[in-house]
Every structure is written in C-alpha cells, then in structure tokens.
C-alpha cells in the first residue's frame, strides 16, 4: 500500500539541506508520496530506506522498459482503473509483426512502414513504436537473420522476439545486445528454461497463458524465481474473451492489488481476424481498454492514423496542457522587413496559428509568450496575458535585434489591451490581426510595416 507524506517524513534524516530543490523534508515527502519527485533525490536518505519507499510506492501494475536509447519503450506504471481517477502513465504500444516465412519484400515493406508512417500533431510525434519477429519454423539461422535486418533498417524500435525455442530467443537476444527484447513466451511447457534464459540475458519476458487462471499460475512460478518484469498474455484470441481478460486483470491489479496480475498486457489483434478494417477496429478497443501493447499484422496509414489519434487522446495527461517552448519561432524563413506576431504557448493555438502562417506563404516571426499552457483569451482572463506581461516579454525576447520596423500583430481576443500595450510600448505600432486563424493568410498578405 502507497505511503503517506508523514510516512515517508519519518523515514528521512530531516535536515531540510533543500539540496533535494525542495525547501523542507516534509515538503518533500509530500511530494514524494504524490509521485511528483524521486526519494532518489535526497542525498541522504540510506539505501534501505529507498528500496522500501520504493517497494511501498510502486505502481499496482508494474512498468517494464524494453529496448534502450532512441528505441526504448516503456510499458504498465498504471495505478487506476480509467483517466478521469488520476491519468494513464504510458501509451499503448502498436507493434508490426513480422514472420520468419514472410519474403524479404514483405520483410521490407513493414520495415519501411515503420519508419515512413509518422505524423506530427500538437508537437508530438506520432507512429509505432515496436516490432515483433515470429519464429514461424523454429529455423535459428533464419530467425536471427531477419532479427538483424529489423535492427539495422529500424534503429528507434522496441524489439519483441516471439518463439517457442529458449535457444533461439537466446540467440536472438544476443544479437540485440543492449536493445534489450522482449521474450516471448513462456507456457507450461517452458517456463523454467525461459525463466533461466531471461535472467541470464537480463531482457523482460512475455508469458502466455492458455487462459486467466493459467496466465497466474505462469506468473506466481516467474515471480518466485525472481522475474519481476513481465507482460502478460492471457491467451485469448476472441476480442470478447480478450477484453473481459484485460479488464479483470486490471481491476484485480488496481483495486485488488493482487501482484500475479500487475503486468502490463500484450493482445494480438493480427491473430483475432484476417481483415485488416476488422483488425484495426479490434486495435482501438485495446488501445482504450488497458492493453499495453497490441501486435498488428502490417502498418498501412489509413488504418494507423486513426489509431495513433485514439493513443494520444487518451494518454494526454488531462491534468496538464500541453504547451510549447517560450521563445521567437522563425516561419518561411524571415527576414527584418518580415511582421512579427504574438500568440500564447497553448500548443493547439500554436499549431493553428503557426500552420496559417506557414499557409500564407509569408515569412513571419511569432513570438510564443508563456501563458502556462492557457489559450488566449483564457490566459488574458486569468492575467497571463495582459499588457505588462506581453511588453516584458516582446522587451526581453530581442525580436528588436531581429527586425527594423517596430510593429507587432496582437490577437483578435485581444484587441482590449491595444491601448495599455502601446503605453507600454511606446515605441511600437500595435496592431490587432483577425479574431479567426483561418483569416491570418489574407491579412499577412496584405500587410505592410506602419510608416
């Protein structure tokens, strides 16, 4: 059971050194208790004393981290039942699978699937983050082959290598080196030699169950022999049977907190259907229902987009807007004759405001004021955004360094303020730009430096 702030006060040296950034250890510990900060933080905490906050702090589901450097992928680290409670703490991973019978054409074409499908949107990157290899013959040469042409074609994936020889995922686990798999899987029949092997390789280890019951007799066995990183398969190959298995399983994780069941999950849509719309449907329920990671058969883009929008609607923190970085944003390449505008760092404002700039083919500078992530007529409401606070920071942008005119384009919404900024800014021309983004590109293209 989670530790209270007062809990973990008693268990510091309290000095209130605030080498930790935190000003007093009760603070801290508050902060600590809230997940907000690290116990690892303080420098003097003993080690005992971490590994029990630790232990008492750790997530109901357990996170694992396959993979390392550009092609990490962390899973689980969930501690409720549905976002609106607290927030989902890492999206779900899309991996493509790829078959040891496949051509090598086919081999090819996921791979450059994988790298080519992204998309950008509100400043996040968005595309599939892991690949799976199935040994379809249990020919090891083979299996290692096409496990090297995923590593050297793919550099930023998260492996998964699927097999039913501990030989051969030994094999290929060597190959990975520091791109730690994940192993895939142990049954009834192996879970010995695989507990073994993923010990001995160091890599997180898939257990696939032929039902619930047997998925946590699988794990209780992996658990005793000290295998704590785990994701788990319940075996089932019914998007019903699936779903029921993943909601109790996270309920009994949660809310039971019953630690045979406290892994993330992995579901198989590619293996629940031949159709790849039916797929990708099937893809979406998980995606909403607590898989961690879903394995489809191919990447084609009308069927990913969608799922990757889904992934990051849900797993947005609800709790925490997201914003871009403070500073001036070149647009079209500007020069000092260029306009310079002003908008808040909300980033669906950004991306709306800056796309209509990009549109209009006019080289712009905007600048980006910190408005903690509220929209702009939000952020004059709450005084984020007033004139004080927009001349201090048009002041200390050095936007004066950049161009020769001194005229800045405001908001529509803030057109109120025209008269404080120009006080405020007495040297400038203040003025006020459609209300609408989508009348940007007709305004910029008829604007001229004031005389």
């Given amino acids: 059971m989670a530790l209270t702030g007062i809990q973990i006060l008693k268990m510091l040296p309290k000095k209130n050194c605030k080498e930790c950034g935190i000003p007093t250890c009760l603070a801290f510990a508050m902060k600590v208790a809230a997940g ?42 969930e501690s409720c039942m549905f976002r609106h409670e607290k927030r989902f703490e890492n999206s779900t991973g899309i991996a493509v699978l790829i078959r040891t019978d496949m051509d090598e054409a086919d081999i090819d074409g ?30 090891q040469e083979r299996f290692i082959t096409v496990i090297q042409k995923v590593l050297t074609g793919a550099h930023d994936a998260a492996l998964i290598l699927i097999s039913d020889s501990v030989d051969n995922l030994t094999g290929g686990a060597k190959i990975c080196g520091d791109r730690k798999p994940l192993l895939y899987g142990a049954t009834q029949a192996n879970v010995t030699d695989m507990a073994l092997m993923a010990k001995g390789m160091g890599c997180p ?26 994701v788990i398969d319940t075996g089932a190959r019914s998007m019903k049977a699936a779903l029921e298995n993943s909601i109790v399983a996270r309920r009994s994780a949660v809310k039971g907190r019953f630690k045979p069941l406290g892994f993330p999950l992995i579901a198989f849509p590619c293996e629940m259907t031949d159709n790849p719309m039916l797929e990708a449907m099937i893809a979406s329920v998980f995606i909403a229902r607590y898989a961690g990671i879903i394995v489809l058969s191919d990447l084609q883009g009308e069927t990913l987009f969608p799922l990757l929008l889904e992934q990051l609607n849900i797993f947005t923190d609800p709790q925490r807007p997201m914003v871009v970085q403070e500073d001036i944003y070149t647009i079209n390449g500007p020069n000092e004759n260029s306009p310079v505008l002003i908008t808040c760092n909300f980033s669906l404002t950004y991306f709306i405001v800056s796309g209509e700039i990009e549109s209009s083919r006019v080289p712009a500078w905007l600048l980006v004021k910190d408005t903690e992530g509220l929209s702009v007529l939000t952020a004059w409401a709450a005084g984020k955004f007033g004139a004080d606070q927009t001349a201090g920071f048009v002041k200390k942008s050095g936007i004066m360094n950049k161009v020769n005119h001194r005229e800045l384009i405001i908001p529509g919404y803030l057109a109120n303020i025209k008269g404080e900024l120009e006080e405020e800014l007495p040297d400038w021309t203040i003025t006020v730009a459609p209300r609408e983004a989508g009348h940007l590109p007709a305004f910029l293209k008829e604007w001229k430096p004031a005389a």
């Fill in 205 to 230: 280890l898939g257990v696939r169950g032929v039902d619930l019951d047997d998925t946590i007799d699988l794990t209780e066995k992996l658990l005793a022999e000290g295998l704590k990183d785990l």
């Fill in 36 to 77: 907000q900060i690290d116990i690892e933080k303080c420098p003097y905490v003993s080690d005992e004393v971490k590994a029990a906050i630790n232990e008492a702090s750790a997530p109901p589901v357990r996170a694992v981290k396959i993979g390392s450097g550009d092609a990490t992928f962390l899973t689980g680290g």
């Fill in 110 to 139: 996921r791979i450059n699937r994988f790298k080519s499908l992204r998309y950008e949107r509100v400043g996040v990157i968005m595309k599939s983050s892991l690949i799976a290899v199935k040994d379809a013959d249990g020919n």
